[in-house]
């Protein structure tokens, strides 16, 4: 599947709509971002069955406002629309790899759990 172009109209449906979603998140001057774009495409083209996309921060900056990125490139890996990865940087291809291996490995009722418990702990 090709690579996504995450704006302001489409993020919701897109992220909501499919099971494991990677965002990139990036800007055309930023070299670290230019330089991650292969590895991104090549991971992407590894893993049919998940949808790849890329935020431009320039253009959609209520998109990274809402998000509160502040380094770019950023990963975001959301799973059945929960953030369950976010990292500022670059990773090698081997490490971004493996992240996508664990999202999609996840068991997502133990996550939901995991969420609620934390949830339930703070309001006590």
């Known amino acids: 599947m090709a690579v996504v172009e995450l704006t302001k109209d489409n993020f919701e449906q897109v992220v909501t709509g499919n099971a494991t979603v990677v965002v990139d998140y990036w800007a ?9 774009a292969p590895v991104f495409e090549r991971v ?4 049919p069955d998940v949808v790849f996309a890329k935020v431009n921060t320039d253009d959609e900056q209520e998109i990274a406002g809402h998000f509160q990125i502040r380094s770019i490139p950023t990963l975001m890996v959301f799973r059945d629309s929960i953030i369950v990865f976010s990292q500022p940087g670059a990773m ?12 999609k490995g996840l068991d997502m009722d133990e996550v939901r759990r995991k969420m609620a418990e934390s949830e339930a702990s703070d309001k006590a």
């Open 28 to 36: 055309p001057w930023c070299g670290p971002c230019r330089g991650f």
């Open 44 to 47: 992407s083209e590894k893993h």
């Open 92 to 103: 090698p291809e081997g490490a971004f790899e493996q992240v996508v291996a664990k999202a």
